[in-house]
């Protein structure tokens, strides 16, 4: 994949920024990149934090799949973040929270958002892969309701790596995966989310606003991204929605 970098110093969000040229129909491979953001977020227009120091980008994709299967997009982005993070701070430490968290030690350090338009037949015009990296924030930018649960790289390994160095990185592990997926399918990938992830197996809680609405054993992801979870009484239920918490 062609990359065309565009880079700011500050934007209110790339994700929104790379939506405006992805509607003006700007080519796949495009690039958003800002070195701070002011109204970075995350779903349901959550607040991302994107001090300086951090890694925050969209890129603008136009794949061949049903919307149905959006959520292939956040496992790819998943492994191939996991993936860069790992070779480059060289440990096995950092792992996947369904849907779209990358933690280090129970600690976000890093947060995926991806947003789709569909045309007037309902088919994927384009879709938005924003990944958000705590790469060198200072914690001390982070607000304090949140820094318990937060972390940055630089932090947690004591060295700090350009960002830039980062991102090259990713997008180098992203572009293969990419057309490997319009390629063969999602099997691959799902195999790699697999080995990467740290909620299989678990007990975990579903939330959906704040609200527990189901519990059980995370026993699997199906094709589409849903987590398959069963219940004590052996019922078993697919989300593809909410968040969930991790009984460790
Ligand atoms: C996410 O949402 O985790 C997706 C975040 C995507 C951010 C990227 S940055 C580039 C692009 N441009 C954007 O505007 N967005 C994308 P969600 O699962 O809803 O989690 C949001 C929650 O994460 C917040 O409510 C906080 O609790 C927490 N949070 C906020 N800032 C954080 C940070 N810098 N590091 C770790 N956690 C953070």
Not at 28 to 40: D, I, P, Y
Not at 60 to 83: N, S, W, Y
Not at 87 to 102: A, C, G, R, S
């Amino acid at each position: 994949m062609e990359i065309l970098l565009h880079e700011h110093e500050v934007l209110a969000s790339t994700n929104e920024y790379a939506l405006d040229l992805a509607k003006a129909g700007c080519p796949e491979g495009t690039l958003v990149l800002a070195h701070r953001q002011t109204g970075g977020h995350g779903r349901m227009r959550r607040v991302w934090s994107s001090p300086v120091g951090g890694l925050w980008f969209s890129l603008v994709l136009r794949p061949k799949i049903r919307p149905q299967v959006i959520a292939q997009v956040t496992l790819l982005a998943g492994v191939a973040v996991t993936q860069a993070l790992r070779e480059i701070y060289l440990t096995d430490d950092i792992y996947i929270k369904w849907p779209n968290d990358i933690l280090i030690h129970n600690k976000k350090v890093c947060g995926i958002l991806a947003e789709m338009s569909l045309d007037e037949f309902q088919k994927v015009e384009y879709v938005i892969m924003g990944i958000g990296i705590n790469v060198n924030i200072d914690k001390n930018e982070i607000p304090k309701n949140i820094k318990h649960q937060v972390q940055s790289l630089k932090d947690e390994y004591g060295i700090r790596i350009d960002e830039k160095e980062v991102l090259v990185k990713v997008i180098e592990i992203l572009s293969r995966l990419y057309m490997q997926w319009q390629e063969v399918g999602i099997e691959p990938v799902l195999k790699k989310w697999c080995d990467l992830n740290c909620t299989l197996g678990k007990h975990v809680k579903v939330k959906d606003n704040d609200q527990v609405i189901y519990e059980g054993q995370a026993l699997s992801i199906d094709e589409a991204g849903a987590l398959v979870i069963r219940r004590d009484d052996g019922t078993i239920q697919k989300f593809n929605f909410g968040e969930i918490s991790i009984r460790e």
